[in-house]
């Protein structure tokens, strides 16, 4: 449990967003020239770090917005938060 | 065995206050070489590690444990046990472990304190009532016993339950198997340790893995805080943590490793003597022996390696409980807390080998992986020392996310998590 600061909103308590899990995952432009393995890969293989994550969450019970965060795994600490298209911040 | 506990043994040490018995496992330094290594102590790393050995005579292996045995989700998790899942690959998989559970304690000469008390699981709603239906039928038709029972029957096999028609999610029936229940969890641990180190298993406990050595398409041995450790067979066991040690040889799981929280009431007398878990109000309880109500809780929707968890799902958890059993409205809760679980996105677990030749993950037990302990253990040991699947655990290959063959049990895994 923690707070996370939205963008749109400003700080609000976790349990009004919801997570989208990995950022920076690109859905393949051609999906049907994919193999099977390069398909999984994107839909079901995940890094799951413990440590820190790049991930997208969603302000769910707020303004709906998506953005994406950058939080370590290991101990709930926000480093940063940035809105949807913006570059991710080098850690 | 060195030293068989029975009721001569337990009267012997009585009359020097039990001040002599044997240690339960050695505390070994690692060996240069292992035949085989079990990365984590937990309840299912040490059942592979007792059935390496015992079944497949491959007594030069070890386990290593970052921490104590016992210490990690083996002694974190609600203790419930049952087999009654919806699919055939499921069914076997859980059934094969609840008959082993069944003949456990002696098999170990330890105590685990299976209690076959039932565990009903309740309805709702009219989809709820359709689906619960569906999975009894499709457990008899697997040999597993169901039984589909009325709003009545439910009040009668529970009658602290509120059957009112008139809470926000009125009890519609629900299913019980009677050959499920409870046991003790760190037991389990200790007994399955205990059997393995007497044929010669060395557990290594406080010693993290720090990196896995490969050769080409082979492993070669890990890395630890405790030096350089050879062994061409390596089989992971990390539950939450196993995204981490696949990370060290940049293999990829499908994987996501989320806090999941339980806590325990102050001790009361014997009150529920069954386990009643719901579904659409997500709220499991039984009792201890000790006379706690042990309670789930859910998971933080969200990646973590805390374990901790958050307040709001154990709140949610226990308005729920409220709801439902009334007389629990004045109890204090005494305990909380979480361990990390690793979850597949079909909800089951993986028991496979890999590309990487001589390496093995038995993960993605997510929510509910101490009932099939002792199962998840036989067959992942069968797997290392063939280096084949047995065919209970075949269809929980590392492949069906890639072939698409995925055993579905987030509906039907009577919680939803």
Redesign the interface.
């Known amino acids: 449990m923690f707070l996370i600061n939205c963008p749109y909103c400003g700080e609000r308590d976790q349990s009004e967003f919801s997570s989208g899990g990995e950022a920076h995952i690109v859905r393949p432009k051609q999906p049907t020239e994919l193999s099977d393995d390069q398909w999984a890969e994107y839909l079901f293989m995940r890094k799951n770090i413990k440590g820190v994550q790049f991930e997208r969450w969603n302000h769910a019970h707020g303004c709906r917005k998506w953005f994406n965060m950058v939080r370590d795994t290991s101990n709930d600490k926000i480093h940063a938060v940035y809105k949807m298209g913006e570059k991710p911040p080098v850690k | 065995m060195k030293n068989k506990y029975s009721i001569f043994s337990l009267i012997k040490n009585a009359f020097s206050y039990h001040e002599n018995w044997q240690k339960a496992w050695r505390d070994p330094e690692p060996k240069k070489e292992y035949d085989a290594i079990i990365i984590g102590g937990g309840g299912h790393g040490l059942a592979t590690a007792f059935y390496l050995a015992k079944k497949h005579n491959m007594t030069n292996i070890a386990v290593v444990e970052k921490s104590w045995i016992g210490g990690g989700n083996t002694g974190r998790n609600t203790t419930i046990i049952r087999s009654n899942y919806l699919w055939d690959a499921s069914a076997g998989l859980y059934d094969h472990a609840l008959k082993i559970w069944e003949g456990l304690s002696q098999e170990l000469n330890y105590n685990v304190m299976f209690s076959q008390r039932g565990v009903m699981n309740l309805a709702h709603n009219l989809q709820d009532v359709r689906d619960l239906k569906r999975r009894t039928h499709a457990n008899r038709l697997n040999g597993i016993d169901a039984v589909w029972l009325n709003t009545e029957e439910v009040k009668e096999f529970c009658p602290i339950i509120n059957t009112s028609p008139d809470i926000r999610y009125p009890v519609l029936g629900g299913t019980l198997q009677r050959r499920a229940g409870t046991a003790r969890h760190d037991a389990v641990a200790w007994g399955y340790a205990r059997g393995a180190d007497s044929m010669g298993v060395d557990i290594i406990q406080n010693c993290e893995v720090k990196g896995i050595k490969r050769n080409g398409d082979s492993v070669e041995g890990i890395e630890t805080t405790k030096g350089f450790i050879k062994s061409k067979k390596i089989g992971v066991v990390a539950a939450g943590?196993s995204?981490?040690i696949a990370?060290m040889v940049d293999l990829?799981?499908?994987?996501?490793?989320k806090p999941l929280q339980a806590l325990v009431s102050e001790p009361v007398k014997p009150i529920i003597d069954t386990v009643v878990m719901s579904n659409a109000v997500h709220a499991y309880v039984s009792q201890s022996d000790k006379g706690e109500l042990v309670i789930g809780a859910g998971t933080d929707?969200?990646?973590?390696?805390?374990q901790r968890?958050?307040?709001?799902v154990v709140e949610g958890t226990l308005k729920a409980i409220l709801e439902l059993y009334p007389i629990f409205s004045r109890m204090k809760m005494l305990r909380q807390w979480g361990g990390i679980v690793?979850i597949c996105?079909d909800a089951s677990p993986i028991i496979s080998k890999t590309h990487i030749k001589g390496l093995y993950f038995n993960c993605g037990w997510g929510t509910g992986g101490f009932k099939a302990t002792p199962g998840s253990g036989d067959l992942f040991a069968h797997t290392i020392a063939n280096d084949e699947p047995h065919k209970l655990n075949a269809d929980f290959n590392i492949n069906r996310?890639?072939?698409?063959d995925l055993v579905d049990e987030h509906g039907a895994a009577a919680v939803a998590h």
């Open positions: 943590h995204s981490v990370n990829k799981l499908p994987l996501e490793s929707a969200y990646v973590s390696y805390t968890g958050s307040h709001d690793d996105p996310f890639v072939s698409g």
